[in-house]
T-cell receptor
């Protein structure tokens, strides 16, 4: 079956522009996570969706970052007025919604802000 | 809140040598433990996980890890590495049901296998 997919794979944008990143989770997975991975760094949690519950947005670094998910399907991460420090790989992961289940990661979107 | 420490940011090793990547976590309560591998320009994929039972867990690609509750450690080992094992390795910890569903990841260890 299909894994987690993300688009675009690469995005280059100018400082101040808005960008939208997309994640298609594995069908049936109720949990969806967004992470940021800066060059040479670990994973920085951004936001967590679980079914129809209110998302956990505790990791979003500023109000320029937002994310949506429609039901248990596609999610979009939006970064408004991008800054150079937003340059990173943005990883999406989906899971069965239990903490003992592993996460399945997409290949990531590499965002470069010039 | 949980914290995960991967003491070694980089581990260079020669091909066919054994390797150990260290992971320590902060909580003394029961947790679930995971090791993920990230090959260049790819997402993370699961190597192995500890949920309960035997403290020695075997995973894919010949890797294994040992859970040590008293030392709050979950070190990853492989008796003989290959060039293809060159990758970034992440340790992650999740709370038991009732706790946070957001796992905590370590900063990663870069395993570099030399011929």
């Amino acid at each position: 079956g299909a894994g987690v997919s993300q688009s675009p794979s690469n995005k280059v944008t100018e400082k101040g522009k808005d960008v939208e990143l997309r994640c298609d989770p594995i069908s049936g997975h109720t949990a969806l996570y967004w992470y940021r991975q800066r060059l040479g760094q670990g994973l920085e949690f951004l936001i967590y969706f679980q079914g129809n519950s209110a998302p956990d947005k505790s990791g979003l670094p500023s109000d320029r970052f937002s994310a949506e998910r429609t039901g248990e399907s596609v999610s979009t991460l939006t970064i408004q007025r991008t800054q150079q420090e937003d340059s990173a790989v943005y990883l999406c992961a989906s899971g069965a919604g239990n903490s003992y289940n592993e996460q399945f990661f997409g290949p990531g979107t590499r965002l470069t802000v010039l | 809140a949980q914290s995960v420490t991967q003491l070694d940011s980089q581990v260079p090793v020669f091909e066919e040598a054994p390797v150990e990547l260290r992971c320590n976590y902060s909580s003394s309560v029961s947790v679930y433990l995971f090791w993920y591998v990230q090959y260049p320009n790819q997402g993370l994929q699961l190597l192995l996980k500890y949920l309960s039972g035997s403290t020695l867990v075997k995973g894919i690609n010949g890797f294994e890890a040992e859970f040590n509750k008293s030392q709050t450690s979950f070190h990853l080992r492989k008796p003989s590495v290959h060039i293809s094992d060159t990758a970034e390795y992440f340790c992650a910890v999740s709370d038991l049901p009732g706790g946070s569903y957001i796992p905590t990841f370590g900063r990663g260890t870069s395993l570099i296998v030399h011929p």
